[in-house]
């Protein structure tokens, strides 16, 4: 194999933002990079912890933008620091791929702000030892804030600044010729906090997904509000009922740590779903008769379904739950719904494979599937609810119905092949 010229570009990527990956374009094509490899930090001790996603989603997020983004081509994941425990000091980095891939020529690339500061890393030496460091110039506001030791903007032009760190730790040292450009991932962060549509930074894909995973954004919840509704549903929820309930809780919690989605509003969702079958189906017509909770044709023939949307009603006004996302998962927890968010997704899966449901047609299957592929899984199991109504002559509700079209046709889409988990 010929020698390959490769651009490193690392990061916490935390989120990954559209001007990564111009610096990354500009390397390879002024350099003629073979290939840029974009190596996200595992932990990050240094950083402010509590904002630090985890390298899962930071990874996940690098290959949606990379799918959407044009001319991404030899633009590409590389996962070198995620598996470690440690601390990534970039010259480890850089001295791990020198060693693994002698051959080839390195190019590291750092923004101004990075290069303001490099004499102060941890053996700037080695790095330079091994690698040609490529510096992407910045706007000065986003320069502003260097660290003590650092070159701020004031005192020196970012050509003057590379000058003087070339000077301390000799190297090969070159600035792309592309625009200064503002973008932070912490300004994103912040957008996200105020609410703002990031989508124009992170494209659409990250955008949803650090909706859908409510990163950067996770509120917690009262370890005493838990044990508080865990009281009350035991008295009012026959046992078998109330175990179940504790199923669906425990194994919410078990996806949601799968999938990176915040485990106690999970597990909060699980106990709640089932809340008003306290009530009989009589009663449940009654309570919401008197509420003015407007009942469809299909929940009045098929009452087993009310206790979905009157769970949802009681969560937010019996149990003081006024969240919106576990309002959601429990009012479509029986039927699904097209399009349904990452928590939708985790409570109807564990409804359906929690630890006390026995006797269900392919339950290993599904219940192994639940950890690799959720949206397989809800097909599954929506094929399998159909074919079980079929089978009793129960009208299958239409949102169930919907449901099940909008994921078979979504996962053709996606060239997901479903033709062996449905007939
Ligand atoms: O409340 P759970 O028993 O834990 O589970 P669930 O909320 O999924 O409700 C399951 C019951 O609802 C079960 O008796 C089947 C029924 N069901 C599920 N989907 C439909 C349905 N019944 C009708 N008529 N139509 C549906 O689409
Ligand atoms: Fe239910
Ligand atoms: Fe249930």
Not at 24 to 34: C, H, S, T, V
Not at 219 to 241: A, C, H, T, V
Not at 286 to 312: R, V
Not at 331 to 344: A, F, I, K, R, Y
């Amino acid at each position: 194999m010929s020698a390959k010229k490769i651009g490193i570009l690392g990061g916490s990527f935390n989120p990954i933002h559209k001007g990564h990956l111009r610096m990354a374009k500009a390397a390879r094509d002024e350099y003629g990079l073979d290939e840029v490899w974009l190596v996200p930090t595992g932990f990050a001790p240094h950083k402010d912890d509590e904002n630090m996603a985890l390298s899962y989603s930071r990874k996940n997020m690098i290959e949606l933008l990379l799918s959407e983004e044009p001319d991404t081509d030899r633009i590409i994941l590389k996962d070198l620091e995620c598996k470690s425990a440690d601390k990534n000091y970039t010259y480890k980095t850089i001295s791990y791929i020198h060693e693994n891939y002698p051959e080839d020529e390195l190019f590291y690339i750092v923004g101004e702000d990075s290069i303001r500061y490099f004499h102060n890393w941890v053996h700037p030496e080695i790095i330079t030892a091994y690698s040609h460091i490529l510096v992407v110039e910045r706007n000065a506001s986003d320069t502003a804030g260097i660290k003590t030791g650092g070159i701020s903007p004031d005192e020196m032009d970012v050509r003057s600044a590379i000058d003087y760190v070339k000077e301390k730790i000799p190297g090969q040292y070159s600035l792309l010729s592309i625009e200064p450009f503002s973008m932070s991932s912490s300004d994103i962060r912040n957008s996200i906090l105020s609410g703002a549509d990031i989508s124009k930074a992170v494209g659409e894909k990250v955008s949803y997904y650090i909706k859908d995973h409510l990163l950067y954004n996770r509120g917690d919840y009262d370890k005493d509000l838990f044990n508080d509704i865990q009281e009350k549903l035991q008295k009012r929820l026959k046992n078998s009922r109330y175990q179940h309930t504790l199923g669906v809780m425990n194994t919410a919690g078990s996806l949601a740590m799968k999938y990176d989605y915040p485990v106690d509003k999970a597990m909060l969702a699980g106990l709640l779903h089932d809340c008003a079958k306290g009530m009989t189906e009589d009663e449940q017509i009654e309570y919401c008769n008197k509420h003015d909770i407007a009942l469809t044709e299909s929940e009045l023939s098929s009452p087993q379904l009310i206790h979905a949307k009157l769970g949802s009603y009681l969560c937010r006004n019996k149990y003081n739950v006024d969240d919106k996302d576990i309002c959601h998962a429990i009012q479509v927890h029986t039927t699904g719904c097209p399009e349904m968010n990452l928590l939708d997704k985790i409570l109807y899966i564990a409804d359906y494979i929690e630890p006390n449901r026995m006797n269900l047609p392919r339950l290993f299957e599904i219940r192994q599937s639940a950890f690799e592929d959720p949206d397989r899984t809800l097909i599954m199991i929506l094929h399998d609810t159909v074919a079980y109504l079929d089978r009793r002559n129960m009208p299958a509700d239409p949102k169930t119905k919907e449901t099940y079209e909008y994921y078979k046709k979504y996962m053709i889409k996606q060239g997901k092949d479903i033709s062996l988990i449905i007939d």
